[in-house]
């Protein structure tokens, strides 16, 4: 079986690093990638990700929500401010505020 080869652009500093450690543990640069990414995908689960996915897309959701609950209220006030006749802008009326 032959191993595939995958490349990628490292930064320069990284590289630096990977080398350090790399030679710190007495293996090639390509061997730690190697351990590292597999740790990774050992760690990586697909529900927790899906659920923190959720969660920020519900959050989001809530945020944008609440900001076009404030646009209307805002518009609506607005309106009505320039809706008010000659005497309510004499007296600086409010229309939205009840007595």
Avoid: Y
């Amino acid at each position: 079986m032959t191993k595939v080869r995958v490349s990628s652009d490292v930064d320069r500093k990284l590289r630096i690093d990977l080398d350090a450690k790399a030679e710190a543990l007495g293996i090639s640069r390509a061997k730690l990638i190697e351990i590292a990414l597999k740790s990774e995908l050992e760690r990586f689960n697909v529900h927790k990700e899906n659920k923190r996915l959720i969660e920020e897309r519900n959050r989001f959701k809530a945020q944008a929500e609440a900001a076009k609950t404030r646009l209307e209220t805002c518009s609506e006030k607005l309106t009505r401010l320039l809706e008010r006749n000659w005497w309510q802008r004499l007296w600086n009326i409010s229309p939205w505020i009840e007595d």
